[in-house]
T-cell receptor, first 113, second 114 residues
Framework: DAGVIQSPRHEVTEMGQEVTLRCKPI?????LFWYRQTMMRGLELLIY????????DSGMPEDRFSAKMPNASFSTLKIQPSEPRDSAVYFC???????????FGQGTRLTVV | AQSVTQLGSHVSVSEGALVLLRCNYS??????LFWYVQYPNQGLQLLLK??????LVKGINGFEAEFKKSETSFHLTKPSAHMSDAAEYFC????????????FGKGTLLTVNP
């Protein structure tokens, strides 16, 4: 398996633009997570899905952030409009129901200028 | 609510020396505990995990950790550091329930000096 695949790896955008981050989880995994990593706050869980259904979005910072999982093999995290304080590394991760290990993608480094 | 505290944001050791990275947790239910490693510009990779079985857990690359309930600790150790161990290390806790969302510590950057 290729692991969790995220795209793009790097994104530079101007303030006010819409940004869409993409994730393909490991096939067969029932859980999908979006994390954000910053120097100030460390790793934070933004939202997670179980069987494509959002279960807990309490970590989503504000209404500018939205996430979808239209099918078992694809998820998006959208920021609209983006702001400089959204600059961070965003990780997608997935895990199977039967196991306890969470597998992380390589992350998308977002810079909003 | 769960929380993780990693003592020391930066630890520096000499090659061949003992590595000790500290982690204390808070959890209202029996926890599952994890150590992850992150190399520069990479995602997180699982080193080892504790899931209520043996309290001494062995992981990859010669690392191990011991779960001590009385001390609410899960410190990571390696007897002899290698240059390739230089990375950032994260301790994490989950409640072991039907969801596996992780609460992470702030991380410890390990530097290995020749």
């Amino acid at each position: 398996d290729a692991g969790v695949i995220q795209s793009p790896r790097h994104e530079v955008t101007e303030m006010g633009q819409e940004v869409t981050l993409r994730c393909k989880p490991i096939s067969g995994h029932d859980y999908l997570f979006w994390y954000r990593q910053t120097m100030m706050r460390g790793l934070e869980l933004l939202i997670y899905f179980n069987n494509n259904v959002p279960i807990d979005d309490s970590g989503m910072p504000e209404d500018r952030f939205s996430a979808k999982m239209p099918n078992a093999s694809f998820s998006t995290l959208k920021i609209q409009p983006s702001e400089p304080r959204d600059s961070a590394v965003y990780f997608c991760a997935s895990s199977p129901s039967q196991g306890v290990e969470t597998f992380f993608g390589q992350g998308t480094r977002l810079t909003v200028v | 609510a769960q929380s993780v505290t990693q003592l020391g944001s930066h630890v520096s050791v000499s090659e061949g020396a003992l590595v000790l990275l500290r982690c204390n947790y808070s959890s209202s239910v029996p926890p599952y505990l994890f150590w992850y490693v992150q190399y520069p510009n990479q995602g997180l990779q699982l080193l080892l995990k504790y899931t209520s079985a043996a309290t001494l857990v062995k992981g990859i690359n010669g690392f191990e950790a011991e779960f001590k309930k009385s001390e609410t600790s899960f410190h990571l150790t390696k007897p002899s550091a290698h240059m390739s161990d230089a990375a950032e290390y994260f301790c994490a806790v989950s409640d072991g329930g039907s969801n596996y969302k992780l609460t992470f510590g702030k991380g410890t950057l390990l530097t290995v000096n020749p």
